[in-house]
């Protein structure tokens, strides 16, 4: 049966519910579908780009448009005369949405901020990738003022945690050797549940229930909200991946609060220090943001000491983007020119900082899920060059011989 092509910007969760669209979509014939982000205008603009550049490529294909983006403006996708059909992000998920005709003008997006459940779809593969991605949790309560991303996934809302074995079971005996959980905020995992489980406590079950996963790794976690059973599970369990991306945004009080982000720069700071000393190799991804409106220089300061005070060495860096209808679109902006070059430093400092920490690597030895052939991730997620003798899904012991070109170059352990 023939699959769709499928478009996928920003996030890993997007990623998992593209899979669950090339299934639902199985069969239709001569369909690219844009599965959008609404995270920054770059975002948005590639999305309009890769519109027009399939269009133009794939001259009579339908281009059906879904994601973030088009949950927030689908007036503006459907607008285009390269696009066929709009979808919400409950709409794509839903398999009548890919077996009954589309409306006259092409747009099927409802209220998201009344969705109460998570779709219950299971996959399994992610076409020829080695980890797989799990969602556990969409949506999200808070409102920080940069942030449009609630208008498009609506209030949170928890995967099941009997659902979630499923999936994951399903994934291993598909020959998956690493599961990544994800959602849009995954430490509020478990509040709109019978029994309120908390994260770790639904990270250790999980554990215990596929005791034949070898690897799971968490993505984006709210600092503020990592709960007592997570914090233990980093001490003491070893297929837990050494390796955190934290929600971190600023590095400067005042910003934090006009961000309103709920944790302070010590909080962060005390987090870090924490986990290392539970788990000491444990390394730091972060989200940071520059040029938020009313930064001073002194503030942006404040951030670019963060990632050594915090040992940050995965580093997200975004200019400020303004989000029509968020609080901080309409505070003082900072000059575009200034956002960029404070951006510019924070990638600097973090490449770096990643830098530092691959040289600290030469000499030890890593066990590396092996992507495809010569390259894979050790549990640190770091890029590892391999001999192409290792099969893509393996998890390769190796020692490593040295770093060229930002990655480690291993041998056989």
Not at 11 to 33: F, K, P, W
Not at 361 to 380: C, D, I, W
Not at 383 to 393: A, I, K, T
Request: charged share 25%; glycine share 8%; with cysteine.
């Amino acid at each position: 049966m023939t699959a769709p092509d499928i478009l996928t910007f920003g996030c890993r969760l997007n990623a998992y519910e593209s899979e669950i669209m090339r299934g639902l979509a199985a069969g239709t014939e001569d369909t690219v579908i844009v599965n959008t982000c609404a995270v920054t205008k770059e975002a948005e603009r590639q999305a309009r780009q890769a519109i027009r550049r399939t269009a133009r490529e794939r001259p009579g294909a339908k281009i059906v448009v879904t994601g973030c983006a088009a949950q927030i403006d689908p007036a503006r996708f459907a607008a285009m005369p390269e696009v066929a059909r709009v979808l919400g992000n409950v709409e794509k998920l839903d398999p009548k949405s890919w077996t009954v005709a589309a409306p006259t003008d092409g747009v099927e997006v409802g209220d998201i901020m009344t969705v109460q459940e998570t779709a219950g779809h299971l996959i399994d593969g992610f076409g020829e990738r080695a980890r797989a991605f799990v969602q556990v949790q969409n949506g999200c309560d808070h409102r920080c003022t940069f942030c449009i991303i609630p208008f498009g996934r609506g209030p949170s809302r928890s995967v099941p945690m009997g659902r979630i074995a499923e999936q994951v079971r399903r994934l291993v005996e598909a020959g998956y050797r690493e599961v990544v959980l994800t959602g849009v905020d995954m430490t509020a995992y478990g509040t709109d549940l019978p029994g309120q489980p908390s994260l770790g406590q639904m990270v250790r079950r999980l554990l215990a229930t596929v005791p034949e996963l070898p690897r799971l790794r968490l993505s984006s976690l709210d600092a503020v909200e990592i709960d007592a059973d997570l914090m233990a599970l980093f001490g003491d369990e070893a297929r837990l991946m050494p390796h955190l991306h934290l929600s971190l945004q600023a590095g400067d009080d005042m910003i934090l609060k006009r961000m309103k982000r709920r944790h302070s720069r010590a909080d962060a700071v005390t987090l870090c220090a924490e986990i290392r000393r539970r788990r000491p190799d444990t390394v730091f991804g972060a989200d940071l943001i520059a040029g938020f409106p009313t930064e001073t220089d002194a503030m942006a300061e404040n951030s670019l000491r963060l990632i050594e005070d915090c040992g940050l060495t995965h580093l997200h860096v975004f200019p400020f983007s303004a989000r029509p209808g968020t609080p901080a679109a309409r505070m003082p902006h900072v000059p575009g020119d200034l956002r960029k070059a404070r951006a510019a430093r924070l990638r600097a400092a973090g490449e770096a900082a990643f830098r530092r920490y691959l040289e600290s690597q030469v000499g030890g030895t890593a066990r590396v899920l092996v992507e495809e052939p010569g390259f894979g991730r050790s549990e640190h997620y770091a890029p590892v060059r391999l001999s192409p003798v290792f099969e893509p899904g393996e998890i390769a012991a190796v020692r490593i011989a040295g770093l060229a070109e930002g990655e480690l170059i291993a041998a056989a352990a």
